[in-house]
């Protein structure tokens, strides 16, 4: 770590567990996110300010109005032009020490090997569940740690997932749900709650910092504010883990 990254850092290496051994391991580390747009974007942020040394990008598309109110790496400026260079130019002003590799598509059955080879870890934030379970099938085939972060109006939930150690996401779903909508009731601050206990499970898992979860499932009900955990169990039948 040079000088200038020490006084970066500072408020944050004297947190208990973290140190300098913390920050170094974090600045080794690379993290795929798959779709940066509200829960991705507050995810991929903090995880640039934090020191993380390679951030790879997965997003398709152009900038519209109506993602503004969640899309917090992008801006009115950027307005239909493609949203992964806007989301990796903003997390390169926010630390130029991270590098940032940005892919305008998002996560398919063509891609998802080279993207998931690329990285220590993976950060499933995608509306769809054809991409979560995707991402989660090539991280558990590779034995790479993914943290999936997915919301629903006020409801928020976080599953980690250590190949050959926990249930992965396909014991919870072992199928997208039928009539899931593309489109779905979203505030900027719930995607941003959960974007960020993302972020903190990959820092504890990149970092030592702490212990992410483990066979557990997190559920925020933000209208109320309860926090609940509850087990998930390896399915010994599922098609990803199972034996
Ligand atoms: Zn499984």
Not at 10 to 25: C, H, K, M, N, Y
Not at 154 to 170: D, I, M, N, R, S
Not at 199 to 222: F, H, R, V, Y
């Amino acid at each position: 770590m040079t000088d200038a990254e020490k006084a970066l850092y500072s408020w944050q290496l004297d947190v208990a567990g973290f140190g300098d051994e913390g920050q170094r391991r974090l600045k080794q580390s690379s993290v795929l996110v798959s779709r940066c747009g509200g829960v991705g974007g507050h995810l991929a942020a903090e995880l640039a300010m934090a020191g993380v040394g390679t951030l790879v990008l997965a997003h398709a598309g152009n900038l519209r109005l109506d993602d503004l109110n969640r899309q917090v790496l992008m801006s009115h400026t950027g307005l239909n032009t493609p949203r992964a260079p806007q989301a990796a130019e903003r997390l390169r002003a926010l630390n130029p020490y991270t590098r940032v590799e940005a892919f305008e598509e998002n996560v398919t059955p063509e891609n998802v090997k080279r993207l998931v080879t690329s990285v220590d870890a993976v950060a499933s934030c995608a509306p769809l569940f054809e991409e979560r379970l995707l991402l989660n099938q090539e991280a558990v085939r590779q034995k790479k740690p993914l943290v999936d972060c997915a919301m629903f109006e006020l409801e928020a939930q976080l599953v980690t997932v250590f190949p050959g150690k926990t249930a992965c996401l396909a014991c919870l779903y072992p199928a997208p749900p039928p009539a899931w909508q593309r489109r779905f009731p979203v505030l900027g601050a719930v995607a941003g709650v959960i974007g960020c206990l993302g972020a903190l499970e990959l820092i504890k898992l990149l970092s030592g910092l702490a212990s992410p979860l483990e066979n557990q499932l997190l559920l925020c009900d933000l209208r109320t504010l309860a926090f609940r955990r509850t087990t998930l169990l390896r399915r010994p039948d599922c098609l990803v883990c199972g034996k």
